[in-house]
Nanobody, 124 residues
Framework: VQLQASGGGLVQPGGSLRLSCAAS????????MVWFRQAPGKEREFVAA????????SYTDSVKGRFTISRDNAKNTVYLQMNSLKPEDTAVYYC??????????????????WGRGTQVTVSS
């Protein structure tokens, strides 16, 4: 499956952005979809995950209550709605996919498919 992330940009603290990740070349509903992010000088970190049907989600603690992951299997797209953004959310955001049973896997090695990142900058 090929993944293409979009929707990044510059936003002020407290603002919102919605990232999208469009998939092609595979059966989208077969994949657990996730978002990772990588800030300058830091390792890539897990942000959020969603199961095949979009019913089960998981988040890293720092974004709980502010970010929402969702998916539209008819459009082969996963979203990340980001509200109440903080400067520390500044990073390149990546979508990724894997097959297999549901579970919150936070290691980048667990994901075989990656999109190119989209930059999110939170600054006044």
């Amino acid at each position: 499956v090929q993944l293409q992330a979009s929707g990044g940009g510059l936003v002020q603290p407290g603002g919102s952005l919605r990232l999208s990740c469009a998939a092609s070349g595979g059966t989208f509903s077969n994949y657990v979809m996730v978002w990772f992010r990588q800030a300058p000088g830091k390792e890539r970190e897990f942000v959020a995950a969603i199961n095949w049907g979009g019913v089960i989600t998981s988040y890293t603690d720092s974004v709980k209550g502010r970010f929402t992951i969702s998916r539209d299997n008819a459009k082969n797209t996963v979203y990340l709605q980001m509200n109440s953004l903080k400067p520390e959310d500044t990073a390149v955001y990546y979508c990724a996919a894997r097959t297999g049973v549901w579970g919150t896997k936070t290691n980048i090695d667990d994901y075989a498919y990656w999109g190119r990142g989209t930059q999110v900058t939170v600054s006044s």
